[in-house]
Antibody
Framework: EVQLVESGGGVVQPGGSLRLSCAVS????????MHWVRQAPGKGLEWVSL????????FYADSVKGRFTISRDKSKNTLYLQMNSLRTEDTALYYC??????????WGQGTLVTVSS | EIVLTQSPGTLSLSPGERATLSCRAS???????LAWYQQKPGQAPRLLID???RRATGIPDRFSGSGSGTDFTLIISRLEPEDFAVYYC?????????FGGGTKVEVK
C-alpha cells in the first residue's frame, strides 16, 4: 500500500528556514517522480516543485525558485523540501505527492507551514 | 508558463443533474497531459482523470474527461451527493506545472 507522511511544518518567522520531510512506503522513491504542492488557507492548489524519476532534474514554481530546494534520500525512502528565506505568502498546507509519469497520483495528508512574526 | 482558466467558478446543481466543467489553457498542452482532481473540505485532492481522458483507478464511470490542445472538459453525468466538491485541472506537460483556479460544484 502506498503511503506518504509529511512532517516538519510549524511556525517560523519571515526570513527563516524549515525543512519538510515526506516519508514514503509501498514503493521506492527513486523509481518515480515526486512533487510538492501547497494550498494556502481557503485558497486553491499551487504546484511548488518536482523531482524527476532520474533524480537529476528538478523544477520549481517561479514563486519559490532560488529559495526552495527539493531532494530525496533513497536510503531513507524520504523526499525533502528545504525552504529558505520564507515569506508570509508561503503560509500553506504542503502536500507531498507520488507521480505516475509526471501526474501527481497519490497524496499525503499535508504538513502546515505558518510564516508569521 | 501555461495559465489554466477554469469555468465556471461555481456550479449550482441538484443531485442527478449533469455537470460540465471547463479548463482552458493559454497554450497547447503537449500530449494532452492534463489531469483533473476532486477535493473535499479537509481532505487531500483525489486524482480523477489523467492524460485528459483516462479515468484513474477506482473512479466511477460517471466521471469523464475530454479535450485536446487548449480546451478540456470534465463531465459528471449524474451528480451523486458525494460529488459536491471543488474540482481542479492541472497541466503536467511543461514545467512549471500549473493548476487552474478551481470550480466549486455546490448543491442548488
Amino acid at each position: 500500500e502506498v503511503q506518504l507522511v509529511e512532517s516538519g511544518g510549524g511556525v517560523v518567522q519571515p526570513g527563516g528556514s524549515l525543512r519538510l520531510s515526506c516519508a514514503v512506503s509501498g514503493f521506492s522513491i527513486d523509481d518515480y517522480a515526486m512533487h510538492w504542492v501547497r494550498q494556502a488557507p481557503g485558497k486553491g492548489l499551487e504546484w511548488v516543485s518536482l523531482i524527476a524519476e532520474d533524480g537529476d532534474r528538478t523544477f520549481y514554481a517561479d514563486s519559490v525558485k532560488g529559495r526552495f530546494t527539493i531532494s530525496r534520500d533513497k536510503s531513507k525512502n524520504t523526499l525533502y523540501l528545504q525552504m529558505n528565506s520564507l515569506r508570509t505568502e508561503d503560509t500553506a498546507l504542503y502536500y507531498c505527492t507520488k507521480a505516475t509519469g509526471w501526474t501527481p497520483e497519490y497524496w499525503g495528508q499535508g504538513t502546515l507551514v505558518t510564516v508569521s512574526s | 508558463e501555461i495559465v489554466l482558466t477554469q469555468s465556471p467558478g461555481t456550479l449550482s446543481l441538484s443531485p442527478g443533474e449533469r455537470a460540465t466543467l471547463s479548463c482552458r489553457a493559454s497554450q497547447s498542452i503537449s500530449n494532452n497531459y492534463l489531469a483533473w482532481y476532486q477535493q473535499k473540505p479537509g481532505q487531500a485532492p483525489r486524482l480523477l482523470i489523467d492524460d485528459a481522458s483516462r479515468r484513474a483507478t477506482g473512479i466511477p464511470d460517471r466521471f469523464s474527461g475530454s479535450g485536446s490542445g487548449t480546451d478540456f472538459t470534465l463531465i459528471i453525468s449524474r451528480l451523486e451527493p458525494e460529488d459536491f466538491a471543488v474540482y481542479y485541472c492541472l497541466q503536467c506537460a511543461t514545467p512549471p506545472l500549473t493548476f487552474g483556479g478551481g470550480t466549486k460544484v455546490e448543491v442548488k
